[in-house]
């Protein structure tokens, strides 16, 4: 299994990381189907994103080595209404020389401790179909396919279906 480098450190986002988080972001909404976002994102609206987040009490967490961002996590609400108050969804991703170190699986973790601790009962993930390797990656840490929907992200003149990947951060917990 591949380690994360010793000296990483884990925090909390701020508005200085709108640049380095756009920087890895925008390319894989620009270039991929991994996420069905049509246009890149201003480091303005990341850093808004940021601030929205945190201040709702949700994680937006960097992954930083040697003082440059090597990835980043966040999570939000899954659906807007009270009645989704505990489900949240979640964003992870590695800038291109961190994928397969170790980064996603120290980041996920994070954002399910940051979840559980805020009482939140389940994090979702939304998956392109094609996506084999995030996939992978989610079934690896525990994720379990909730559901399937069949050609409901468009992009590059093409439908592509959407996973919905969950976790019970409660199951096998104490229940208050």
Do not use: C
């Amino acid at each position: 299994m591949p380690r994360v480098a010793q000296d990483v450190v884990l925090r909390d986002a701020g508005p200085a990381d709108a640049g380095p988080v756009a920087a890895i972001w925008n390319p894989i909404v620009r270039d991929t189907v991994i996420t069905f976002w049509p246009s890149p994102r201003s480091e303005a609206d990341i850093a808004a994103m940021i601030a929205e987040r945190q201040a709702a009490g949700q994680a937006f967490l960097v992954a930083e080595v040697q003082g440059r961002v090597a990835g980043f996590a966040s999570y939000a609400q899954f659906r807007a209404g009270a009645g989704y108050a505990h489900s949240m969804e979640h964003t992870i991703h590695a800038a291109p020389e961190a994928r397969g170190r170790g980064f996603g699986r120290l980041l996920l973790r994070a954002i399910e401790d940051h979840a559980r601790d805020r009482h939140h009962r389940l994090l979702i993930g939304a998956i392109t179909g094609s996506n084999a390797a995030s996939l992978r990656f989610h079934s690896a840490m525990g994720y379990a396919e909730w559901g399937r929907i069949p050609a409901a992200g468009w992009k590059f003149g093409e439908f592509h279906d959407l996973l919905l990947m969950g976790k019970d951060l409660k199951k096998g917990q104490p229940q208050p």
